[in-house]
């Protein structure tokens, strides 16, 4: 469980890192998040980085550059979408471990939220799935 929860936040910097630095106010990366359920055995540990950027940032250009720099990275398949909101966001997702990476605009204007979903991983004997991690 732990190793898959630092697999995922590791991955969530590195796309953070993909961001102009001149274009970042900060950084944030939530030391904890919670578990879902894969199937009836396995669960999978999701978490979350938001990017806050420098006023009046584009963001969608941002996130499109970021897709752009991850496009021949081949440990994910990537597909892109507006969402309902009108916001352009990208899923990257792993065809081995079906570990997913979902960035786009966040919830705060001017941020980019970047969603994890580690691998999906058996929990220690005793462990309750409920609360955080």
Same mark, same amino acid.
């Given at each position: 469980?732990?190793?898959?929860?630092?697999?995922?936040?590791?991955?969530? %910097?590195?796309?953070? *890192? +993909?961001? @102009?630095?001149?274009? &970042?106010?900060?950084? /944030?990366?939530?030391? $904890?998040?919670?578990?879902?359920?894969?199937?009836?055995?396995?669960?999978?540990?999701?978490? %979350?980085?938001?990017? *806050? +950027?420098? @006023?009046?940032?584009? &963001?969608?250009?941002? /996130?499109?550059?970021? $897709?752009?720099?991850?496009?021949?990275?081949?440990?994910?398949?990537?597909?892109?979408?507006?969402?309902?909101?009108?916001?352009?966001?990208?899923?990257?997702?792993?065809?081995?471990?079906?570990?997913?990476?979902?960035?786009?605009?966040?919830?705060?204007?001017?941020?980019?939220?970047?969603?994890?979903?580690?691998?999906?991983?058996?929990?220690?004997?005793?462990?309750?799935?409920?609360?955080?991690?």
């Amino acid at each position: 469980m732990e190793e898959a929860k630092s697999d995922a936040q590791a991955i969530e %910097l590195e796309i953070a *890192a +993909l961001i @102009p630095a001149d274009v &970042v106010a900060n950084v /944030v990366q939530k030391p $904890e998040g919670t578990l879902f359920s894969c199937d009836d055995a396995q669960h999978r540990w999701k978490g %979350l980085t938001t990017v *806050a +950027l420098v @006023p009046g940032t584009d &963001v969608e250009m941002i /996130v499109k550059g970021v $897709e752009a720099q991850m496009a021949d990275d081949d440990r994910f398949e990537m597909r892109s979408w507006v969402d309902p909101a009108g916001e352009y966001t990208v899923q990257l997702t792993s065809p081995e471990t079906a570990a997913n990476f979902i960035f786009g605009e966040g919830t705060e204007e001017g941020t980019i939220d970047i969603d994890s979903g580690s691998e999906c991983f058996t929990l220690p004997e005793g462990v309750y799935p409920g609360g955080k991690f």
